[in-house]
């Protein structure tokens, strides 16, 4: 009987996963990858990140979605990569509602609007989003070309995920 072939190399055993992060953990991350940052108003982005989230749980949301809401913009604004969320402790519907939400250079609002009704929770996040940046009191600090632009992309968005 031939001798038996050595046994390769077992892969290191990265032992068991972490414990998710919390909703406190999730909110300090996003602060910290978008610290510095501004939304049109010139506001810290950590003021529009806080909203949607309490827009979430306004809305009944849980703290998957809740999580997804404090990270909605940072893989699309370059705050984390998406390698970061594909590795972080956080659940895979959270990661997929992160990424429903993430626009792509490109895309049609129709298929982002698709994707988004087709990834369970994300509606109610994006809805929280909407709400907040179409909030008359945020978009009256813009001048009237911006506002005027961005109320008919809100109300086109709105629309495609079959809101009032």
Do not use: C, F
């Not at 414990?19 to 049109?40: F, I, N, Y």
């Not at 609007?113 to 909030?135: C, M, Q, S, Y």
């Not at 978009?139 to 709105?158: C, G, P, Q, S």
């Amino acid at each position: 009987m031939p001798p038996m072939p050595p046994m390769p190399p077992m892969p290191h055993d990265p032992g068991p996963p972490a414990p998710p992060l919390s909703l406190a953990e999730v909110e300090a991350t996003a602060r910290a990858a978008h610290a510095g940052q501004t939304d049109k108003a010139g506001r810290p982005y950590a003021e529009h990140l806080r909203a949607v989230a309490e827009g979430v749980r306004r809305r009944g949301g849980d703290e998957e979605q809740i999580a997804a809401a404090w990270l909605h913009d940072a893989v699309e604004d370059d705050a984390l990569t998406e390698g970061w969320l594909d590795e972080a402790p956080l659940s895979r519907r959270t990661k997929d509602i992160v990424l429903a939400l993430t626009k792509r250079a490109g895309e049609p609002p129709e298929a982002y609007a698709a994707r988004i009704l087709a990834t369970p929770g994300a509606r109610l996040v994006k809805e929280a989003d909407l709400a907040h940046n179409a909030d008359p009191a945020r978009l009256a600090v813009l001048d009237a070309a911006t506002r005027t632009r961005l109320t008919e992309k809100y109300k086109r968005m709105r629309a495609l995920l079959g809101q009032r």
